[in-house]
């Protein structure tokens, strides 16, 4: 198990990070897409830090030519 001093973020600051509504930020953790937990039944948490590395697997950067 790894340990992290990150303060974790809800899904609404996920979904400011995302630029989407925080029920799409809950749909993505079901489907996956984004490492989540739960601090009980209803209140998701996220790292910033994770959120951001799915950001940057998504940017799409031109091939260097040359």
């Known amino acids: 198990m790894s340990v992290t001093t990150e303060i974790p ?3 609404k600051e ?3 990070m995302l630029n989407v ?3 799409t930020v ?3 953790a079901e489907q996956g897409k984004l490492p989540y937990f739960k601090v009980n039944e209803t209140q998701w948490r996220f790292f910033r830090s994770d959120i951001q ?3 940057d697997a998504q940017l ?3 091939e ?3």
Request: hydrophobic share 35%; no cysteine; proline share 10%.
């Open 9 to 11: 973020i809800d899904a």
């Open 14 to 16: 996920a979904g400011k």
């Open 21 to 23: 509504n925080p029920r």
């Open 26 to 28: 809950i749909r993505m």
């Open 53 to 55: 590395a799915y950001i």
């Open 60 to 62: 799409r950067r031109p």
């Open 64 to 66: 260097r030519q040359g």
